[in-house]
């Protein structure tokens, strides 16, 4: 069975850092694009950044554009999400979603069940 | 304000059929394909409609999905209570380089 297990989130300050984790089951990471969206409290989808199954290309949206840097290791089927300088506004729900293919992502066919990442004061 | 807009709400009674607009630009449902995610309360988003019109294995038939220009539609047709969840468009944004959403539609079923 496919699955992507996210993990990693919590509470911090404004600010401070982050390193989110997804682990990949059931296929082989390094076959596939990933993205990571988020969801603020009662709020819709945004996504925030993707990175090609070699890493040769990433893709960021202009809100954590230079905060936020995403990298993988396929050999440990892992995706992650670095997120520096956080703000009150980064607070949201955090998916991993993987990519139909790699070549062209498509559409996003699994998705991971969210850590929070709660950031205050 | 999301690059795709949707309506925030829509409603039906059990065995109506509901359209839920997405109307987008050049630079993203004009020249992508576009998918819809499906968010039951609670729980992770889920694929519901890809490449436009495309269903995948598990998903009833009574969901369906087009695009014309700029704007998609998804349809339900045959409403049933379960069908109560929020529902997203989303499509490739070449001029972003990046994934657009649309802002949400929560369906409720009367």
């Known amino acids: 069975e496919v699955q992507v297990v996210e993990s990693g989130g919590g509470l911090v300050k404004p600010g401070g850092s982050l390193r989110l984790s997804c682990v990949a089951s059931?296929?082989?990471?390094?076959?596939?694009?990933m993205n990571w969206v988020r969801q603020a409290p009662g709020q819709g989808l945004e996504w925030i950044s993707a990175?090609?199954?070699?890493?040769?290309?990433?893709y960021y949206a202009d809100s954590v554009k230079g905060r936020f840097t995403i990298s993988r290791d396929n050999a440990k089927s892992s995706l992650y999400l670095q997120m520096d300088s956080l703000r009150a506004e980064d607070t949201a729900v955090y998916y991993c979603?993987?990519?139909?293919?790699?070549?062209?992502?498509?559409?996003?066919?699994?998705w991971g069940q969210g850590t929070l990442v709660t950031v205050s004061s | 304000q999301s690059v795709l807009t949707q309506p925030p709400s829509a409603s039906g009674t059990p065995r109506q059929r509901v359209t839920i607009s997405c109307s987008g630009s050049?630079?993203?449902?004009?020249?992508?394909?576009v998918n819809w995610y499906q968010q039951l309360p609670g729980t992770a988003p889920k694929v519901l409609i890809y490449?436009?019109?495309q269903r995948p294995s598990g998903v009833p038939g009574r969901f369906s999905g087009s695009k014309s220009g700029t704007s998609a539609s998804l349809a339900i047709s045959g409403l049933q209570s379960e069908d109560e969840a929020d529902y997203y468009c989303?499509?490739?944004?070449?001029?972003?380089?990046?994934?657009?959403f649309g802002g949400g539609t929560k369906l409720t079923v009367l």
């Open positions: 979603a993987k990519c139909h293919s790699d070549s062209e992502c498509g559409w996003f066919d699994s």
């Open positions: 059931g296929f082989t990471l390094g076959g596939y694009s």
């Open positions: 990175i090609s199954s070699s890493s040769v290309y990433k």
């Open positions: 490449t436009n019109d």
């Open positions: 050049s630079s993203n449902i004009g020249s992508s394909t």
């Open positions: 989303a499509a490739w944004d070449y001029s972003l380089k990046g994934w657009v």
